[in-house]
């Protein structure tokens, strides 16, 4: 993997990171309910483990397409699902619920990775990935070091906003300067998908 993939996974880490649905927003609220900064710090690492599980298995889905499909037609192919995927994201406004504010951690790292699944966060990272690597072992340890370096970037951009929210901000600063990422995700989307197909 090259210096600007790796660069591109850390932005794109970052950017799912900020992005309140994906768990620094339900781990201020665990948090403040139990007015405790531990229960915001302990609530993270489920939730950004159930988002790298649904980035890995995305990521392996593909792996096993490309070892069974010519180069061309996967990268059409994951051109068609990001775009189609993202521009379901802009029409489809509704968020998946689940689970209330008493959970285990392990309900925690499902609902992360349902949260993660239904954004088509895996599928954002799958261009970065495509062209990059061939055989079982190679795609392999790509998937796992796409994975590892967009995790640790989400990790570290998820934690700094959820006990700057948590510490000094407040969840009431959402009432005066919020800013609705699903349109800046879902364009993301489309952008991922047209990298895929002319790259």
Not at 26 to 45: D, I, K, M, N, W
Not at 94 to 105: E, L, Y
Not at 146 to 161: G, W
């Amino acid at each position: 993997m090259d210096l600007t993939s790796a660069l591109i996974l850390v932005g794109l880490g970052a950017f799912h990171g900020l992005n309140p649905a994906m768990g620094w927003l339900f781990a201020v609220a665990l948090g403040l309910q139990e007015r405790s900064r531990a229960a915001v710090l302990r609530a993270l690492p489920p939730i950004v483990l159930g988002h790298a599980g649904s980035v890995l298995i995305t990521l392996a889905l593909v792996s096993v397409a490309r070892l069974a499909a010519p180069p061309k037609i996967i990268s059409f192919g994951v051109a068609a699902l990001v775009c189609g995927f993202g521009v379901w994201r802009l029409v489809r406004r509704r968020h998946p619920r689940w689970v209330g504010m008493k959970v285990t951690r392990w309900q925690l790292a499902g609902w992360s990775f349902l949260m993660a699944t239904a954004h088509g966060a895996g599928l954002m990272v799958v261009p970065i990935t495509l062209h990059n690597g061939h055989g079982t072992a190679e795609l392999a340890s790509q998937s796992l070091l796409a994975t590892a370096i967009h995790t640790l970037s989400m990790l570290a951009t998820t934690t700094a906003v959820a006990m700057l929210v948590y510490e000094r901000l407040g969840v009431a600063v959402l009432r005066r300067a919020w800013f609705n990422l699903d349109y800046v995700w879902a364009v993301a989307l489309i952008g991922a998908g047209v990298s895929a197909a002319f790259t």
